[in-house]
């Protein structure tokens, strides 16, 4: 367990880095969008290499995924000549710069859209299939393995609504082990989380892991409340009184407005975070009229190659 308060303002952040979207937002240069235009018959290749594009991406991962703050977003203004077919190309290419793409479904897709299908979580819909708003989360705390970065490409904003939100896992460390150090100790031990189905017949229908981990002097964390609620139940283990209360903490912590990133993704902006240690949610929204101007994100889940 990490004994010791982190100060470090590149773990450790809150609303205030919000103020200056050069704490996160970046641009890809002149030379790497010529590149792209000269290479456009290519796009759709993932033996051709954008030499170019590639050094200023490995530079973000590095400055921002791996030493920084956890996220960046590339400014959408740098993909105005594109068209939205080339645009999800390009998004696909610096995704594979970052690292391997994760299958997401049974389907085999490495790019899902995140979209309203009018259905609600309460109907049995997948929350990257309804406009509600979302608590914080890290993506597939279920796995095993969970994916190291997490790609969004907005490709329509939402009338109304739909900003996206980030929290630091060291911000809310750093409140628990000062405010609430015995129920923080309780979220080093393990938990059942539901694996929603997908799982072999001979598997666990569960993966029993801690929500924070501290090795290698790396903090980590994993969260869904839900799944862990329906995965103790499956378990016939039901949270004690002290483990829902120390969740219950957990959870008021993370939606701590003054913890908290928010922004809107405009067209054509890709966001890129580290899943092991920013949570992230977002805003319910409203629709434009007509299926082609709906909110529309692609999102990509992505390994870390480099990771030991």
Request: hydrophobic share 30%; glycine share 6%; with cysteine.
């Amino acid at each position: 367990m990490l004994q010791k308060i982190i100060t470090d303002k590149n773990f450790v952040w809150d609303k205030h880095t919000s103020n200056k979207l050069e704490n996160f937002v970046v641009k890809i240069s002149n030379n790497a969008i010529t590149e792209l235009k000269n290479n456009r018959n290519f796009l759709n290749n993932s033996e051709h290499s954008f030499s170019i594009l590639q050094k200023e991406i490995l530079d973000f991962k590095k400055k921002f995924l791996v030493e920084g703050i956890g996220f960046f977003i590339i400014d959408g203004k740098c993909f105005t000549d594109f068209s939205k077919e080339e645009l999800i190309e390009i998004y696909q290419n610096v995704c594979r710069i970052l690292g391997t793409l994760y299958v997401q479904n049974d389907k085999n897709q490495k790019l899902v859209q995140v979209q309203d299908s009018g259905k609600s979580m309460k109907s049995g819909g997948r929350y990257h299939q309804t406009k509600e708003g979302g608590s914080y989360h890290t993506d597939s705390p279920q796995w095993e393995k969970v994916p190291d970065f997490i790609g969004m490409c907005c490709i329509n904003p939402a009338k109304k609504g739909g900003e996206s939100k980030f929290v630091s896992a060291y911000s809310i460390h750093n409140k628990m082990l000062k405010e609430h150090k015995q129920f923080l100790e309780m979220l080093y031990q393990q938990f059942h989380f539901d694996k929603r189905g997908e799982f072999e017949s001979k598997e666990s229908p569960t993966v029993f892991e801690p929500i924070f981990t501290y090795n290698n002097n790396q903090l980590k964390c994993r969260y869904l409340r839900d799944y862990i609620n329906d995965g103790q139940m499956i378990q016939k283990t039901p949270l004690s009184k002290e483990q829902n209360e120390a969740l219950d903490i957990f959870d008021k912590i993370i939606h701590d407005e003054n913890l908290v990133v928010s922004y809107k993704l405009r067209q054509n902006e890709m966001v890129f975070f580290n899943n092991n240690r920013v949570m992230h949610g977002r805003t319910s929204f409203e629709d434009f009229e007509g299926i082609e101007n709906k909110r529309l994100m692609i999102r990509t889940w992505i390994k870390d190659e480099s990771d030991n």
